[in-house]
């Protein structure tokens, strides 16, 4: 998909150029055989598309997932081949320590050091914008002050971003498929029961359009 994006953006570019150069040649033709320049009458329109392809060129932007465990947003990663892409909270936490065994004597990722994790994704995912990479943010992103920090590098990056919100998936549902998934990546019933709390309190801060994953794809293309 992100191929797709590329690709479309430089054929509009590419039409852009050729267009630049047809009023270059046409504007030369003219002062040579001694006549006006035929583009004058029309400055205010290639004001407006050169301006706007000004902003193609730097367009870039994020995709922040908000959704419970299990609320589909790995198997949305997934199908849409976006792993190359992606910044992952829990990934992070098993990078600095392996499954721990908790006081039920089950192995789970540690939510201890979640002040350094938090740091290093924030660092990885300015260091990514620096470059102008597009970046897939998944982590349950439940809280305002998260995507507040989100949406400040957005601005000061000059991108734009959108959140994919699973947060409709029923909790009883997502309870059900935690109790599914591989023993160490369960997380307690409670966290899933605050993590909703704070859907239904936290609200996403504005200038992060959010979109269902239905309307993706229709993102993804160059309109």
């Known amino acids: ?32 055989i001694n006549l006006p320049d035929p583009t004058e009458h029309l400055g205010t329109l290639l004001a407006d598309i050169r301006g706007k392809a000004e902003k193609v060129k730097a367009d870039r932007f994020n995709i922040m997932i908000a959704g419970e465990s299990k609320s589909g947003k790995s198997t949305f990663i997934k199908e849409h081949n976006l792993e190359p892409y992606v910044l992952s909270a829990d990934q992070i936490r098993l990078q600095y320590c392996s499954p721990i065994l908790n006081l039920e004597g089950n192995y789970c990722i540690s939510q201890r050091n979640d002040n350094i994790v938090w740091d290093k994704l924030f660092e990885m995912l300015e260091y990514r914008m620096e470059l102008g990479c597009f970046t897939i943010i998944d982590a349950t992103n439940s809280k305002t002050s998260e995507m507040q920090r989100y949406k400040d590098l957005c601005q000061k990056y000059r991108y734009r971003i959108y959140c994919i919100d699973m947060t409709d998936v029923p909790i009883e549902v997502c309870k059900v498929r935690n109790n599914t998934r591989e023993p160490y990546k369960r997380v307690p019933e409670e966290v899933i029961d605050n993590i909703y709390s704070r859907f239904a309190t936290q609200k996403i801060p504005g200038g992060i359009k959010v979109i269902k994953p239905s309307e993706f794809d229709e993102v993804m293309r160059f309109n």
Do not use: P
């Not at 998909?1 to 479309?8: G, H």
């Not at 150029?17 to 040579?32: P, R």
């Open 1 to 32: 998909m992100i191929v797709d994006y590329k690709s479309r953006k430089n054929e509009v570019l590419s039409s852009y150029d050729t267009v630049e150069k047809l009023i270059t040649e046409l504007q030369d033709y003219a002062k040579k």
